[in-house]
């Protein structure tokens, strides 16, 4: 039996975000204020992101660059391996004729 994914609020995920984030921040040793100041945003912006009460996406990814994080902002945006182009080429050859409506004879 599959279980069912319950969906998670945007409240519970900027929270989530926010917590991870005061953790690097943390980890690294900086003040918020040292970080507002490295990421050029506003003290009461970096405090709303920590504590997940909304944050713009431009303190939110200045932030994230000042924390050195630009990996985390490359995974959301997963490396294309492969081409439309290429798929199409790839594509598997039919294994079955049309029907034969509208079909013309070989001979003509």
């Given amino acids: 039996m599959s279980e069912t994914v319950k969906p998670v ?12 984030l005061r953790a690097i921040r943390l980890r690294g040793n900086l003040s918020q ?36 994080l630009r990996d985390w902002l490359d995974s959301l945006q997963p490396q294309v391996t492969i081409s439309p182009m290429q798929m199409l080429k790839a594509k598997q050859p039919r294994q079955r004729a049309r029907g034969l409506t509208n079909r013309r004879p070989l001979g003509d």
């Fill in 9 to 20: 609020s945007t409240q519970e995920l900027e929270a989530a975000l926010g917590s991870q």
């Fill in 33 to 68: 204020a040292h970080l507002a100041s490295a990421a050029d945003v506003a003290l009461g912006s970096l405090r709303n992101l920590e504590n997940g009460r909304g944050a713009t996406t431009a303190t939110l990814l200045r932030v994230v660059n000042a924390l050195g």
